[in-house]
């Protein structure tokens, strides 16, 4: 068979001959060609023209059909997309020069409408982002086609290319339908809201559409910690959210740590029973359970102070001695303090099932070995329970100090931040950052400092929650466990 002439090399050896020899280029740097050759290279012409115009690249590589797409989007885009671009970027800036007038109550004007402006903004830049990544993709299809026409390779046709983006693309195909509903329904109001913190966007004079919105760069961040009303009130509710958040975190933790302890130790029969008893609280919705307990420990009609009001009236000797009705909602103190009981009630059933299983899998040889050396049920719980149990939980417990952080519910259905607190602007006494932020936003139109405050609230969680992540031994030991 000498005479037949040699089989051509199909794509894929091609392919491997082009990596050997990129690979031996690099051992090689000398053997580089000069920079003057560089600029003549089919590689450099292609991403040299996809970069003056997207598709053209494509179309110098012999891939007409790939870029006659990119070209056509190109031309789409230029002349559908460029004055919308340049009005919203306008909006953007300027956020409207003339405001809606009304005449007799009638509009005669509509003006422009500050936050529309922003919005839209906001969804040009993202688009113009997502272009942007469509420009730099064809460029560097257009620079690797070169680079491969440069050794001799034959470009991949249209239905090829496909092909091989189906095949090694599949998982960035699936991803890309996520990544823009991220864009646009997380990422977008997430923009939205830190820009509106650099915003007067704040009633009763400049709420669009009849006012304007006007960029004030830091002015409301100076407000909120220099302005005796804000800073006071930031202030007070944001040491009374740390308060909150480290009790509840702590409180939930611990009391189901205890009553999982307890369950699980020798001497109790009828576990199952006992979980079950103590998971209701949990099993039962949040939102009712929370309105019953705000009933219970009403100042009028509770069955609580009903109680002492009763005895108080049969024994009136108990007044002389100081006994009265419990001032749960009217009092701070005794606010807060029922705030923390009620909300451990509801959390530790959670903690207590998950520590449960988490004791369960620990190894019975461990304890027979330690009660061996001689060690007494301190000393197995020291040294065993506790540390196995807060390897497992310890990033659960960050997350739920994060969750507790913002616990509206709690706080709004409970109390709604009651009582009252007259050295505050717009929050109570037992007002967390979260639910302050509520009354601000719904109540009062305060949407500046609304934000502004929401962004504090993210950057102070975001690093306590990374800090508190990177320290945990689940992260950095995380083959130790298994």
Not at 227 to 255: C, D, K, P, Q
Not at 314 to 341: C, N, R, Y
Not at 391 to 416: K, V
Not at 417 to 424: I, K, L
């Amino acid at each position: 068979m000498a005479g037949l002439p040699a089989p051509k090399l199909k794509r894929n050896d091609q392919e491997l001959e082009l990596k050997r020899n990129d690979q031996e280029s690099e051992l090689n740097p000398n053997e580089q060609k000069p920079i003057k050759n560089v600029f003549k290279t089919k590689a450099y012409i292609a991403s040299f023209l996809s970069l003056i115009f997207m598709g053209l690249g494509q179309l110098y590589n012999r891939q007409i059909g790939k870029g006659l797409f990119f070209s056509v989007l190109w031309l789409y885009i230029l002349i559908f997309y460029a004055q919308p671009f340049q009005w919203a970027m306008w909006g953007l800036r300027t956020l409207g020069e003339s405001p809606q007038i009304r005449e007799r109550g009638r509009v005669v004007f509509e003006g422009h409408h500050s936050i529309f402006l922003m919005i839209e903004g906001i969804i040009a830049l993202l688009i113009a982002i997502v272009i942007l990544c469509i420009y730099v993709i064809s460029v560097r299809d257009a620079y690797k086609v070169g680079k491969a026409r440069d050794k001799g390779v034959t470009p991949r046709t249209l239905k090829q290319s496909l092909q091989n983006s189906w095949e090694n693309g599949f998982a960035y195909i699936l991803l890309t339908p996520t990544v823009i509903f991220t864009l646009f329904l997380t990422i977008l109001p997430l923009i939205f809201s830190v820009m509106i913190a650099f915003t007067n966007y704040s009633g009763p004079n400049h709420l669009p559409p009849r006012n304007l919105v006007d960029w004030v760069g830091f002015q409301t961040f100076t407000d909120l910690f220099n302005r005796n009303s804000w800073s006071r009130t930031f202030y007070g509710v944001f040491m009374w959210t740390i308060v909150w958040a480290v009790l509840t975190t702590f409180t939930t933790f611990f009391v189901g740590f205890f009553y999982a302890v307890l369950i699980e130790s020798k001497g109790v029969k009828f576990k199952k029973f006992w979980r079950g008893i103590f998971i209701l609280p949990w099993a039962i919705p949040a939102f009712v359970m929370i309105l019953i307990m705000r009933n219970i420990f009403n100042g009028q009609f509770g069955p609580i102070n009903k109680y002492i009001n009763n005895l108080i009236d049969q024994f009136p000797i108990l007044a002389e001695w100081g006994l009265s009705a419990i001032p749960f909602f009217t009092d701070p103190t005794w606010a807060k303090i029922m705030l923390v009981v009620v909300n451990m009630w509801f959390g530790f059933p959670f903690w207590m099932i998950l520590m449960a299983g988490v004791m369960t899998g620990i190894d019975k040889e461990q304890y027979e070995a330690a009660e061996i050396d001689g060690a007494n049920a301190w000393q197995k719980f020291r040294s065993i329970t506790f540390p196995v149990v807060m390897f497992s939980t310890s990033p659960l417990l960050i997350m739920s100090f994060a969750g507790n952080f913002n616990n509206f519910n709690m706080i709004y259905l409970f109390t709604e931040g009651r009582p009252t607190n007259s050295d505050y602007s717009y929050a109570g006494s037992t007002d967390i950052l979260i639910s302050w932020i509520y009354k601000m936003t719904f109540d009062h139109n305060q949407f500046a400092m609304a934000s502004a405050v929401g962004l504090l609230i993210f950057i102070v969680v975001a690093i306590f929650s990374v800090w508190n992540f990177s320290k945990t031994r689940a992260f950095k030991e995380e083959d130790m466990m298994r």
